[in-house]
């Protein structure tokens, strides 16, 4: 039974609250000043890209695909968290396709080149992380500061009928 994959997509999100991107914003237009509260609770996550398994032929081994993300903070102690949200039921990550789900597993490594991470729960926060980028598009410096990793287990791959399957993968990051 051969299965074939199509790609999990993202969605790049900007953490933090609202008002302080707000505030910015008014700053980039030259209607006031931004204050330093403002500009130091500044998160950005960039470098998202779909993840596309393709053609799945081994079912007997977990497909596990990882990217290297760039997640930067303007604070002073760049900590920030990460939450995740599947396109499933409540936010589940599943796949879906051929008249039938696909689960799959996210993890969240806080350094760039990792095949492994912590394991995501859907709508669940991972806290107390920290980033070493320097630049807000990891253009100079590091060139990337995490992992996001996306797992099919061999378990669900078994489960599965022969299809295309589709999802979409929510990765927020917000200041700590």
């Not at 695909?65 to 997640?71: E, L, S, T, Y």
């Not at 490594?109 to 990792?114: F, N, Q, S």
């Amino acid at each position: 039974m051969a299965l074939e994959r199509s790609p999990v997509r993202n969605r790049q999100r900007r953490g933090g609250s609202r008002l302080p991107r707000l505030l910015l914003a008014l700053a980039a237009a030259g209607l006031t000043p931004a204050p330093a509260a403002a500009q130091e609770k500044f998160i950005k996550i960039g470098n998202l890209v779909d993840y596309n398994f393709g053609l799945i032929t081994n079912l007997s081994a977990n497909q596990s695909m990882a990217r290297d993300i760039c997640v930067y903070s303007a604070k002073a102690t760049p900590g920030y968290n990460v939450r995740a949200s599947g396109s499933g039921a409540g936010g589940a990550f599943t796949l879906t396709g051929a008249g039938s789900t696909l689960g799959y597993e996210v993890q969240w490594a806080a350094l760039p080149g990792r095949t492994t991470g912590t394991i995501l729960q859907p709508n669940v926060t991972l806290s107390g992380l920290t980033t070493n980028a320097t630049q807000a598009n990891c253009s100079s410096g590091p060139l990337a500061s995490a992992s996001l990793i996306v797992m099919l287990r061999a378990t669900s791959l078994q489960a599965a009928l022969s299809g295309t399957y589709t999802g979409t993968l929510t990765v927020i990051v917000s200041a700590e």
